[in-house]
């Protein structure tokens, strides 16, 4: 004999919907699981996905900043060299206009203008034009500076060639930065 003969008759239909009601329960609940399951995969998959599209996009942006602080570098290392080199040409300069200044503070130079022709005037002698023995000079007839007006003379010298220099590193500095 079947357990279904042992029911009541009346209570049939009702254990027969309960049976089929947990059957569909326990089929949905798999379905979920199951759809639970994939989606949870789906999701794993995109954050990989995600995470490798990032260090992607991180090792890139790396690699660029590394460039670029390379790039930093050798422009600094340029722009000290040319600091230096600057620094020198300023050195030297204020050393060779010293060594005038102290040439022509102790006679051991003198300097001379060109006169214009014509520029002694109606009462005055004209200077030789040639050379005497001992002299360097050649030209036209010159004139000797004060000593004075020497010095004041090597100082305006200085300072413009002072001003020259550092409008050269200027200019090297300015071309360095803007030079890719």
């Known amino acids: 004999m079947s357990v279904f003969a042992l029911i009541p008759s009346v209570l049939r239909p009702w ?88 040439r022509l503070a102790t006679a051991d130079v003198r300097l001379s203008v060109l006169l214009a022709a014509g520029a002694g005037g109606a009462g005055r002698d004209k200077l030789s034009a040639a050379a005497s023995a001992g002299s360097v000079v050649h030209g036209g007839a010159r004139a000797e500076l004060d000593p004075a007006h020497a010095q004041r003379i090597i100082g305006i010298t200085d300072t413009g060639d002072r001003g020259l220099i550092a409008l050269a590193a200027c200019q090297a500095y300015a071309k360095e930065v803007s030079t890719k």
């Open 15 to 102: 254990l027969i919907a309960l049976v089929l009601a947990g059957i569909a329960a326990g089929s949905a609940a798999g379905a979920w699981t199951v759809q639970d399951w994939r989606y949870g995969r789906t999701l794993a998959d995109q954050a990989r996905e995600s995470a490798d599209q990032t260090k992607a996009r991180v090792d890139a942006l790396l690699a660029t900043l590394t460039a670029e602080q390379d790039k930093r570098v050798a422009l600094e290392q340029r722009l000290h060299l040319n600091d230096e080199t600057h620094y020198k040409e300023l050195s030297d300069a204020k050393n060779a206009q010293q060594r005038l200044s102290d």
